[in-house]
């Protein structure tokens, strides 16, 4: 396991090497970039009606985090237009367990 | 009231609210019928997606941070920063009985105003053609109804045969004779028109239906004012649903009409989706856009069915120049192909297959023994006037040997011309062959001699209609039926008057 010091010795002694010193700004860049997808792709942004409890919420990311297998943060929103239930998105995975979307889905069914 | 909640309750039973998981995505950048997509990184190949407007689209382009997508209908309402949900599935045409007769989108949606199709089955509009081991040689005959191809080009079910021409040359022509051929067999018409003008669609629709063909016929339309990734998508659609009917055994013909457009809508496609582009702007993969469509026309053998799709793809050609790159990518493909010429149509030969540069390289195996008889020759002595019918002019200098073959190579020509909606039975068609080919029109002059097969027929169908019944039924020139067929021609020739 190389360290994190060794990693950018690394990065450096490459850049110096091909002469590119001068582009360490824009690798610095995109390196954040990355780390900011990383810290999107561990957020769970959770939409329910009304605040969650600290019992519930320490319940939800337990079960997220088995279920994604990944350790993720949870970032609340509150949106009343969801009536009830929860909607929780990690990445571009939605998990919809909202009124809202119940209804939408009798909604269909009728106009089927 | 109280029945308006019982209907409601109804129609609910059975519901249950439940969660959904989705994938979504969100829309970076739309135009041109094209949608780049950011997130989605489990989206696979040719999935379906579901915009917010309600319009479906398919995935294309899968690269490092976006996928590229084309809307398969309204543009209207998609716009950038929506949500794009993934649905997982791959695209899917309805098939099934309630198909016949209607007339479809590159979707499966009815165009005709008859109302909602029941579908029975749900196809893949993708699917890998029949392996090796499922199939068996194509043996047996489609019969087209038109004697030049009939006679000199047969085609079996489950061949691929193209028909190749410039514009106004018939290639539709033929295709829509061989659907109305079918309309009293058992098989499964699937015309699809990709790119073609929405009245030369209605003139078709009219005329399958005047001729009681379109029972039998699925018509599946892109026409030139759609989206060209529903254009792309039609020949695939069209094929979808033929094989819904193979896997029930029974037998198919789809003609595509035309792949010259179909390739063009894909270059445009491609070129929007930017990937690199190569001869003539098409992209890397135009050979396998053909490729693997028309490997889907197939015959099974009888443990997988016995069922078969014939295919019959038209190319448009610019200027009879067969060397272009979509054409030459066809005919390599195809099993033969129906090269019809401009100079022989605007000459009155018609239909104006060539005959010299026609082939069908699977289907004499598939030729009935009748046919094969009585057209073996014919091909010989056609071949022979071919090469001599530039001296045709110098007809005082010849010797007599060679007047002759040209005589009789002229009046076969004439013997093979037949009009658009003219279609003719096996049995009438070998009656006409074999009696010009026998020489019973000798004393005529060349442009005597379509009249008086006509009439030849005419007066067989009502002094011995059993000949061509026969013919019809057992297939093969017994001696009992030759004697009969020269029996009855000599005789209309002792009353034939000009």
Known sequence: MQTAQEIADGILMLLEKRGLTHSLPEVISLLSEHQAAQKKFNIAIIRTAIELNSNERDMIVEELSALFGRQLQIEEHIDETIIGGMYIQVGDTVLDYTVSNNLKQVQDRLEK | ?498
């Not at chain 2, 969660?19 to 997509?37: A, N, R």
């Not at chain 2, 749900?122 to 087209?144: D, F, N, W, Y």
């Not at chain 2, 009748?370 to 019918?389: C, F, H, P, W």
């Open chain 2, 1 to 498: 009231m109280a029945s308006f909640i019982e209907e409601l309750e109804q129609h609910l039973n059975g519901y249950k609210p439940t969660g959904v998981l989705k994938h979504v995505g969100s829309i970076l950048e739309v135009g041109d019928g094209i949608v780049t997509v950011t997130g989605l990184d489990n989206a696979k190949m040719a999935e379906v997606l579901r915009f917010s407007n309600g319009s479906y689209g398919l995935v294309l382009n899968l690269n490092r941070e976006t996928i590229g997508a084309v809307v398969l209908g309204e543009l209207e309402g998609i716009e950038s920063g929506q949500q794009v949900e993934a649905t997982g599935q791959l695209l899917e045409v309805p098939a099934g009985e309630a198909m016949l007769g209607r007339i479809v989108n590159a979707l499966g949606q009815p165009l005709d105003g008859k109302g909602p199709i029941k579908h029975e089955k749900m196809m893949s509009v993708e699917k890998m053609a029949a392996g090796v081991i499922t199939r068996k040689a194509v043996e047996v005959p489609l019969q087209t109804g038109v004697k030049a191809i009939d006679a000199l080009i047969p085609i079996g079910r489950g061949q691929r045969e193209l028909i190749i021409g410039d514009r106004q040359t018939g290639k539709s022509t033929i295709a829509i004779q061989t659907i109305m051929n079918q309309k009293e067999t058992e098989m499964v018409c699937i015309y699809v028109a990709i790119g073609q003008k929405a009245s030369f669609v209605a003139q078709t629709v009219a005329l399958l239906e005047k001729e009681g063909a379109l029972a039998n016929t699925i018509i599946v339309v892109a026409d030139a004012a759609s989206a060209a990734a529903l254009q792309y998508l039609a020949p695939y659609s069209g094929t979808a649903m033929a094989e819904y009917f193979l896997e029930k055994g029974r037998d198919s013909l789809i003609v595509y009409d035309d792949l010259s457009k179909h390739a063009w809508a894909y270059r445009q496609m491609s070129l929007l989706l930017r990937r690199p582009s190569g001869r003539e702007a098409y992209p890397g993969d135009v050979f396998y856009l053909h490729s693997r469509l028309l490997e889907r026309a197939c015959r099974l053998n009888e443990k997988y069915g016995g069922g078969s799709i014939t295919a019959l793809p038209i190319i448009e050609t610019q200027a009879g120049d067969v060397s272009a790159y979509i054409p030459t990518n066809v005919i390599s493909i195809t099993d033969g192909q129906i090269y019809l010429e401009a100079d022989l149509f605007y000459s009155g030969i018609r239909p104006a297959v060539n005959v010299g540069t026609s082939v069908s390289r699977v289907g004499s195996a598939a030729q009935t023994k009748a046919m094969k008889k009585v057209a073996g020759k014919m091909k010989i002595e056609l071949s022979q006037y071919r090469e001599l019918a530039a001296f045709a002019q110098f007809a005082s200098d010849l010797d007599e040997m060679t007047k002759k073959t040209i005589e009789r190579g002229g009046r076969l020509t004439e013997i093979l011309k037949q009009g658009p909606t003219e279609l003719l039975s096996l049995g009438e068609q070998v009656l006409q062959v074999w009696a010009v080919s026998e020489g019973y029109a000798n004393s005529l002059a060349k442009t005597d001699v379509q009249a008086w097969s006509v009439k030849l027929l005419e007066y067989v169908k009502t002094s011995s209609p059993e000949i061509i019944e026969k013919l019809n039924k057992e297939k093969v020139l017994s001696d009992e039926v030759l004697a009969m067929m020269k029996k009855a021609v000599e005789e209309f020739n002792n009353t034939y008057v000009k």
